[in-house]
Antibody, heavy 122, light 109 residues
Framework: QVLLQESGPGLVKPSQTLSLSCTVSSGPISTGGNYWTWIRQYPGKGLEWIGHIYSGGNTYYNPSLKSRLTISLDTSKNQFSLKLTSVTAADTAVYYC??????????????WGQGTLVTVSS | ETVLTQSPGTLSLSPGERATLSCRASQSVDRSYIAWYQQKPGQTPRLLIYGGFIRATGIPDRFSGSGSGTDFTLTISRLEPEDFAVYYCQQYGSSPLFTFGPGTKVDIK
């Protein structure tokens, strides 16, 4: 069973860079067919897809975040990472990593990590 | 962008009752690309339904998904105490690739 675990600082200052990692257990992250995904949930509970990286390395970002966002893969650590620059209070949220499945038949996110709260504040 | 609207915002029901949750899309969505998630307080969203109607592994058969085009429904045939939670629909389609609805809270009447 695939398990995911986020890690990174819980507090980031405005204008700085938010950096998170997600460690994937059970199977190499380079296994084909998986979209390693970041999703965030605002304090008001809305969910927003941030972006994903395919196991082959291609990335897809939410256009609203694209100019500030980098998602990368580290196969040696079986991790994928998120970097979001120039953060503001609006980026305060619980950040989840998840495995995405997308093919000609269906799409879903499963499993999800436990989530990590990131607060942007000075 | 495909916007998903869920109704009602809150559904107050008693255990044993039937729950019908609606998810409406601002433009047509292939049913194959509709998923539903359940989230309990302090927990991670859990996949319930994908492909519009396919139950995820371990999901009891009291949960069912239906619909097509712009209107999709999650039905819980008989509410169990553990079903009181927030439910989100999610779609894959136009940019941004994936969007979620705002959620429907099912609480105990």
């Amino acid at each position: 069973q695939v398990l995911l675990q986020e890690s990174g600082p819980g507090l980031v200052k405005p204008s700085q860079t938010l950096s998170l990692s997600c460690t994937v257990s059970s199977g190499p992250i380079s296994t084909g067919g998986n979209y390693w995904t970041w999703i965030r949930q605002y304090p008001g509970k809305g969910l927003e897809w941030i972006g994903h990286i395919y196991s082959g390395g291609n990335t897809y970002y939410n256009p609203s975040l694209k100019s500030r966002l980098t998602i990368s893969l580290d196969t040696s650590k079986n991790q994928f990472s998120l970097k979001l620059t120039s953060v503001t209070a609006a980026d305060t949220a619980v950040y989840y990593c998840a495995r995405g499945v997308l093919n000609a038949y269906h799409n879903y996110f499963d499993p999800w990590g436990q989530g990590t709260l990131v607060t942007v504040s000075s | 962008e495909t916007v998903l609207t869920q109704s009602p915002g809150t559904l107050s029901l008693s255990p044993g009752e039937r729950a019908t949750l609606s998810c409406r899309a601002s433009q047509s969505v292939d049913r194959s690309y509709i998923a539903w998630y359940q989230q309990k307080p302090g927990q991670t969203p859990r996949l319930l339904i994908y492909g519009g109607f396919i139950r995820a592994t371990g999901i009891p058969d009291r949960f069912s998904g239906s619909g097509s085009g712009t209107d999709f429904t999650l039905t819980i045939s008989r509410l169990e105490p553990e079903d009181f939670a927030v439910y989100y629909c999610q779609q894959y389609g136009s940019s941004p690739l994936f969007t979620f609805g705002p959620g429907t809270k099912v609480d105990i009447k």
